[in-house]
Antibody, heavy 125, light 108 residues
Framework: EVQLVESGGGLVQPGGSLRLSCAAS????????MHWVRQAPGKGLVWVSR????????SYADSVKGRFTISRDNAKNTLYLQMNSLRAEDTAVYYC??????????????????WGQGTLVTVSS | DIQMTQSPSSLSASVGDRVTITCRAS??????LNWYQQKPGKAPKLLIY???SLQSGVPSRFSGSGSGTDFTLTISSLQPEDFATYYC??????????FGPGTKVDIK
């Protein structure tokens, strides 16, 4: 069974830092792209960042570029999101999500087939 | 950037109703369109991928159609567990994926 479990959320002051983790199990973690998606309270879903399977390629939404860093440790089956220079508008539940990738016949990059339960990040003084 | 819109933003329906939600992209995205269901306090769940393919384990009352810029999600007979918010998402513009604003389905 695929499981994704986020941790590391909490209350942080504006300008502060936080590192989120996502522990993966039930699949070959090193074979899949992974993503972070966030959801501000009462709002919709927003894609934040993506990392490819070996960690050599990353992408970010403009709103977090230069402040957030996505990384992974395939030996530990863990995805990370280092968040620096946090702002009030970064307050959200952060989800890690697995990318569906390719089947034997087709590729579905950018399709999020499994999600963690989310971890809440609150940026406030 | 590709913008996604959904209509309606909310709807009230009864158990057994046929429900249709529309999603529109600001430019052609071929069939790179996914649908998710989210219940309060829970993570989103993938329902439909590639516009019309049903994710494993999802009931067959859910179906998707469309290509280009216009897409629909249909629930053929609404069940109590289907009351939730539904999001469309484009996966055409890799890796800058965007979601629609959501459609909340509640009980009439």
């Amino acid at each position: 069974e695929v499981q994704l479990v986020e941790s590391g959320g909490g209350l942080v002051q504006p300008g502060g830092s936080l590192r989120l983790s996502c522990a993966a199990s039930g699949f070959t973690f090193s074979s899949y792209w992974m993503h972070w998606v966030r959801q501000a309270p009462g709002k919709g879903l927003v894609w934040v960042s993506r990392i490819n399977s070996d960690g050599s390629s990353t992408s970010y939404a403009d709103s977090v570029k230069g402040r957030f860093t996505i990384s992974r440790d395939n030996a530990k089956n863990t995805l990370y999101l280092q968040m620096n220079s946090l702002r009030a508008e970064d307050t959200a539940v952060y989800y890690c999500a697995r990318d569906a990738g390719c089947s034997s016949t087709s590729c579905y990059y950018g399709t999020f087939d499994y999600w963690g339960q989310g971890t809440l990040v609150t940026v406030s003084s | 950037d590709i913008q996604m819109t959904q209509s309606p933003s909310s709807l009230s329906a009864s158990v057994g109703d046929r429900v249709t939600i529309t999603c529109r992209a600001s430019q052609s995205i071929s069939s790179y369109l996914n649908w998710y269901q989210q219940k309060p306090g829970k993570a989103p769940k993938l329902l439909i991928y590639a516009a019309s393919s049903l994710q494993s384990g999802v009931p067959s009352r859910f179906s998707g159609s469309g290509s280009g810029t216009d897409f629909t999600l249909t629930i053929s007979s609404l069940q109590p567990e289907d009351f939730a918010t539904y999001y469309c998402q484009q996966s055409y513009s890799t890796p800058w994926f965007t979601f629609g604003p959501g459609t909340k389905v509640d009980i009439k």
